[in-house]
């Protein structure tokens, strides 16, 4: 199989556990250890790991199925991804939520969509670069469970910025088995990218 192939079904995979993925806490019963893999509320923070954790699930197989030439920058091409894509779907949403002033379920998915699209083709580029460049795999694995370790540790201990308020809970920084209140300040009704977007779908998917 190309290279391009395997990028190309990584992708939807990717984008399809991306979408299951935010269901997996609730279908949990709420475990705290389902918590550090899925989103535990609406915050901005903690849709992240609906790119986080798909594309580095996807990531081990496609490892395997590379061509040996390529391996040795895969984990670079990842972490890059990653990066590429929580960070323009930060970017994207609060820029428009800052200029439009709403939250719009349709433009919340198509961003989604258009950050995973960048996402991996900036990873399929550094694999067809001919070379090696960037962080060594080491040093790029390293990285990467930093991440997981800053989901696993704020998913619990969330700072008191807006990035992990919980939009659906005014004044709440909710997290896996704890809550914190934030006093005397009402939460923005700018986080949560993805969770309210899809469960309005699925509702009316059921009515329907």
Known sequence: MSVKKLEIISFF???????????????????????????????????LKLIFFPILLVSVPEYFLLPSSLQ????????????????LTVVLFYTYTGVYGKNVDALNIAIYFIAMIAAYLLGYRILNTG????????????????????????????????????????GTYETSGSKKKRSGQRIS???????DSFRTLWKNRKKA
């Open 131 to 170: 070379k090696k460049q960037g962080l060594s795999t080491t040093a790029s694995l390293l990285f990467l469970f930093i991440f997981f370790l800053l989901f696993a540790v704020f998913t619990k201990r969330p700072p008191d910025i807006g990035l992990f308020e919980d939009p659906a809970k005014a």
């Open 13 to 47: 995979v990717a984008c399809l556990l991306g979408v299951l993925f935010h269901f997996v806490y609730g279908w949990s019963g709420e475990n705290p250890v389902a918590g550090i893999f899925f989103p535990v509320n609406e915050s901005t923070w903690e849709h």
């Open 72 to 87: 040795d920058r895969f984990w670079f091409s990842r972490l890059a991804a990653v990066l590429t894509d929580m960070i």
């Open 189 to 195: 009704d700018q986080g949560g990218i993805l969770c």
